[in-house]
């Protein structure tokens, strides 16, 4: 995973968790699961950017 990815996957996260906060601080629950998957979409970029590197690894270790 490049430096870019691993940057924007964490921004995604931070604008999810400040989602998730305004929604939880006016009430506004659209808006509070509407951070929570923004969260839950990070942590998926995340783990599947992370799988693709060791796929690469494995891949460069035959070759």
């Given at each position: ?46 783990k ?16």
């Amino acid at each position: 995973m490049g430096l870019d990815d691993k940057f924007e996957n964490k921004l995604d996260d931070l604008h999810g968790r400040g989602k998730e906060a305004a929604g939880a601080v006016t009430g506004d629950d659209s808006l509070k699961a509407e951070g929570e998957a923004d969260q839950k979409k990070a942590a998926v970029k995340d783990k599947v950017d992370g799988f693709r590197d060791k796929i690469k690894e494995k891949v460069d270790d035959i070759l």
